[in-house]
T-cell receptor
Framework: LAKTTQPISMDSYEGQEVNITCSHN???????ITWYQQFPSQGPRFIIQ???TKVTNEVASLFIPADRKSSTLSLPRVSLSDTAVYYC????????????FGAGTRLAVHP | NAGVTQTPKFQVLKTGQSMTLQCAQD?????MYWYRQDPGMGLRLIYY???????DKGEVPNGYNVSRLNKREFSLRLESAAPSQTSVYFC???????????FGDGTRLSIL
């Protein structure tokens, strides 16, 4: 049974790079991995998506090793406003009913 | 541009009461979803609609029904609310299961 696992919480300081890893077994070659950010009393917001190697956009990078058993969200130079909960999502087999969210990682950024 | 709009934002029900949560999107997306979010469990898919005119069960459909009223609107109904359905409910839309989803800000539902 597919499952995604993330650390429950992480702490960091302003200006540091933060890496959050999501472990996901049983994913296929073309299964996408997506990361979302959620602030209190708001819905999750899309950050980045990929299915192999490395993807970078203006706010984050996503690293996916060759074995695809995990993925790492990298946030460069975090600020206080990056304090939020981060979720990984795997879409297994491209199927709607195989959308598997991790339980979320609560990131606290300190001054 | 409103994105995904959910109503109501908050609701308190008594056990056995019924209620419909409303969701509308203005991004012309084909697919819409209903999730529930409980502490420590992330988001779990209740029902989804791959396209207008179709609906299917997700991971936790028991106790819920849905209606895809048109391309914009997707409603979630609790026929006989139970305390175990106390949760935050999120609606989302996208162009497909592999595409980024856009979420509403949720409905916080308490059942006494």
């Amino acid at each position: 049974l597919a499952k995604t696992t993330q650390p429950i919480s992480m702490d960091s300081y302003e200006g540091q790079e933060v890496n959050i890893t999501c472990s996901h077994n049983n994913i296929a070659t073309n299964d996408y991995i997506t990361w979302y950010q959620q602030f209190p009393s708001q819905g999750p917001r899309f950050i980045i998506q990929g299915y192999k190697t490395k993807v970078t956009n203006e706010v984050a990078s996503l690293f996916i090793p060759a074995d695809r058993k995990s993925s790492t969200l990298s946030l460069p130079r975090v600020s206080l406003s990056d304090t939020a909960v981060y979720y990984c999502l795997v879409a297994l087999g491209g199927g709607y009913n195989k959308l598997i969210f991790g339980a979320g990682t609560r990131l606290a950024v300190h001054p | 541009n409103a994105g995904v709009t959910q109503t109501p934002k908050f609701q308190v029900l008594k056990t056995g009461q019924s209620m419909t949560l409303q969701c509308a999107q203005d991004m012309n997306h084909n697919s819409m979803y209903w999730y529930r979010q409980d502490p420590g469990m992330g988001l779990r898919l209740i029902y989804y609609s791959a396209s207008e005119g179709t609906t299917d069960k997700g991971e936790v459909p028991n106790g819920y029904n849905v209606s895809r009223l048109n391309k914009r609107e997707f409603s979630l109904r609790l026929e006989s609310a139970a305390p175990s359905q106390t949760s935050v409910y999120f609606c989302a839309s996208s162009d497909g299961p592999d595409q980024p989803q856009h979420f509403g800000d949720g409905t916080r539902l308490s059942i006494l």
